[in-house]
């Protein structure tokens, strides 16, 4: 009976295997990932300046993590992770440059919703930042929670998710309050800190961020309660199923690598081990990139370069950068967060 089953498994991993080389054999070229590699580079739509998320220097250098995640698309693809134009977008500008091809993916801290997949012709990625919206108060108003801020004027973001949240957070709670709605982030936080409003309102990471700008720093607070979710990722256009593919499986291999302990600093040693998860991933066993028009170390490529999730949160948003934000959510599954991604196989 053993050896029967030990050749059943057999069989039917053979059969499997058969199944995705037909499936790989089948599979349609990716417009986009064709005029990626006739133009030379990815045009990755971002943030016009978010510290943590995409942030130029003075020099022009673009850091942050969504700036890495395409820097991670352009080392799977090019082997080169500076092969990224960066094309600042404002929140009202930032899905119409996508959808019109202005940039192959929008990697812009940008909320996945029903309605934008469903109704923009957009899908997300999947969640490379778990975030909830939250506000940032003068400590001299002596508010402790957000209930509090019944009659607040509150200076937000037009054409954002923040705006909605805000106007049902009221609301559901029967709690009078004045918008102060501007174009920009940038503007929303400078009324705020001229002492326009009396509070100012967007994503927590965002409020950490913008806190560091602010004139006295110190005098301001982020209140405790979260009032809404927000997955945070990037997203391409549909219709062409092997770049969303791509795109999706660069943030998964960051996770996996993460996972199994693969980092910038040993993932040629890792390419060693004998860890069938490793040697998948690394690209040492099997060919995996063939279905989504890469070569078979793409993820290997992306971590050298790049680094693994945790990496990459780090230096642009937790302990080795300004903000020291907490993981929280963004923790990987097995350590206590909901960060998970399937496995390559």
């Known amino acids: 009976m053993f050896v029967r089953a030990i050749l059943i498994a057999a069989a039917a991993g053979a059969a499997l295997a058969a199944q995705i080389g037909a499936v790989q054999a089948q599979a349609p070229g990716s417009k986009t990932l064709e005029q990626v590699k006739a133009r030379g580079f990815l045009s990755c739509g971002t943030g016009p300046g978010v510290v943590g998320f995409s942030m130029p220097d003075d020099k022009g250098v673009w850091t942050g993590l969504d700036v890495d995640f395409c820097r991670g698309i352009a080392a799977a693809i ?14 009202k500008d930032r899905f119409t440059a996508l959808q019109s091809g202005e940039v192959d993916v929008l990697a812009r801290n940008g909320t996945w919703t029903l309605s934008r997949e469903a109704e923009l012709g957009l899908l997300w990625v999947g969640v490379n930042y778990y975030d909830g919206q939250g506000f940032l ?18 200076c937000v973001q037009q054409g954002t998710t923040t705006e909605l949240n805000l106007a049902d957070f009221f609301r559901s709670n029967n709690m009078k309050y004045e918008v102060v709605a501007f174009a920009t982030s940038n503007e929303a936080v400078k009324a705020y800190d001229s002492g326009r409003c009396d509070a100012f309102t967007t994503d927590v990471s965002g409020l950490y961020a913008e806190k560091l700008k602010m004139a006295n720093a110190d005098e301001h607070m982020v209140l405790p309660q979260i009032i809404s979710k927000e997955p945070l990722g990037p997203a391409v256009r549909q219709g062409d199923d092997q770049w969303f ?12 690598a993460e996972e199994l302990g693969v980092t910038k600093a040993n993932v040629d040693e890792r390419a060693k081990s004998n860890n069938p998860e490793i040697k998948r991933l690394l690209g040492t066993e099997g060919d995996f990139g063939k279905a989504l028009g890469l070569s078979g170390d793409w993820a290997a490529r992306i971590i050298r370069h790049v680094g693994n999730y945790g990496e990459v949160f780090s230096r642009n948003l937790g302990e080795n950068s300004r903000l020291k934000i907490e993981r929280g959510y963004n923790r990987l599954w097995n350590k206590g967060g909901i960060q998970y991604a399937p496995p390559i196989r």
């Open 78 to 91: 090019f082997n080169d992770p500076e092969k990224v134009k960066f094309v600042p977008l404002t929140a």
């Open 137 to 154: 108060v003068r400590k001299k108003l002596n508010v402790n929670s957000a209930l509090e801020l019944s009659g607040a004027s509150i």
């Open 245 to 256: 593919n791509l795109v999706k499986w660069t943030n998964f291999a960051m996770l996996n």
